[in-house]
């Protein structure tokens, strides 16, 4: 929940004050938009947790655990963002080690058989009634893990979600800045320097083991930069990006690339489950744990743990009481006394 932006800029100026005056089970109405309402809980599921005994599902909240957490996540990516960078000598996308992340948020909890279905489109001829299935399903096997964050690593070899982002920024970022997209020069600069790296790679693959394809992939390329170097009108330069790319990930180049991201991959998902395990080995005493909350100007909320700071709005303050309020392991009664 920490991750929430500080400002929501749909929503009404005043509303921290509306919402904060208002009775938590009374939420007020928001013009042109609506408020949380975390309300809808499975009744059957309260009643067998405050009557009959039932161990809750609800974590026990622990800032050393989230304090760790925070510091594993960290660890992770300094370890992706350090193989990235010497193994295929460039720099990770911004995004691409959350939606690794994100995945394994969609893994459920209760099952140790885990449905992945790929990104890659099958190669099976299909009739002319009949869709092509562009979906690959796989299963793989990880232990049941109640990690809210690090819930399933391996998740990454069936999927394929860091192999997919790490190829689409090979051999190097093509990326055109918006202001000189029109630009002729811009461009062929970016497309030459796009296959300049590709032959630097090939080069390297040669040196390790002499092939006789490498030859024809390298000539192909220079032919590929003449044309551009011949070409001054941007929108024919346009047109040579998907030809740049597709030569650049051509068979030749999708194994070899592959073959390097492996071991960064694997490398992460071996850290990230020895980091689970040591998360779920943690013993901690949330009662002892010392948190400190500042409201600063404009309703800010700054917690303070271990001279480590999280700052955000009023109004998400709020709504991280709401949602504590309703899945924590705590009784209504426990938390008004906590609160005294």
């Not at 948020?105 to 279905?117: G, Q």
């Not at 047109?239 to 068979?251: G, L, Q």
């Not at 001279?307 to 303050?317: A, D, F, M, Q």
Request: aromatic content about 8%; glycine content about 2%.
């Amino acid at each position: 929940f920490l991750f929430m932006p500080l400002h929501n800029f749909n929503l009404e100026e005043n509303l921290y004050d509306t919402v904060k005056a208002s009775p938590s089970k009374d939420f007020p109405p928001v013009e042109g938009g609506h408020l949380w309402d975390f309300r809808e809980i499975n009744d059957s599921l309260l009643r067998k947790i405050k009557s009959q005994g039932t161990k809750t599902p609800f974590p026990i909240p622990s800032c050393e655990k989230e304090f760790q957490r925070f510091l594993q996540v960290t660890e992770l990516r300094t370890i992706f963002h350090e193989e990235v960078v010497s193994t295929l000598h460039i720099e990770p996308p911004k995004e691409c080690l959350n939606r690794w992340l994100f995945n394994q948020l969609a893994v459920p909890r209760s099952t140790t058989e885990i449905t992945v279905f790929s990104d890659h489109q099958d190669n099976q001829t299909c009739s002319d009634d009949q869709e092509k299935n562009t979906e690959q399903q796989t299963t793989t096997e990880e232990p049941r893990n109640e990690e809210p964050l690090l819930r399933c690593p391996s998740i990454a070899k069936d999927s394929k979600v860091l192999h997919t982002q790490l190829l689409e920024n090979l051999p190097c970022s093509i990326y055109i800045p918006w202001g000189k997209k029109n630009d002729p020069q811009a461009m062929r600069s970016a497309y030459l320097n796009y296959i300049d790296k590709a032959i630097e790679w090939v080069h390297v693959w040669s040196k390790e083991s002499s092939d006789a394809e490498a030859d024809k992939v390298i000539i192909d390329l220079d032919n590929l930069k003449a044309e551009i170097n011949r070409c001054d009108n941007a929108h024919e330069l346009r047109k040579f990006k998907p030809v740049a790319v597709a030569a650049c990930h051509s068979e030749f180049f999708a194994g070899r690339y592959s073959k390097m991201i492996d071991p960064i991959v694997n490398r992460v998902i071996e850290r990230a489950q020895e980091l689970s395990a040591q998360i779920a080995a943690l013993e901690t005493n949330p009662n002892e744990e010392q948190v400190s909350l500042s409201v600063q100007d404009k309703n800010i909320h700054c917690f303070e743990y271990k001279r480590n700071k999280v700052t955000i709005s009023g109004l998400h303050y709020l709504k991280l009481t709401e949602l504590y309020r309703l899945h924590n392991h705590k009784t209504d009664e426990e938390m008004e006394e906590q609160q005294e």
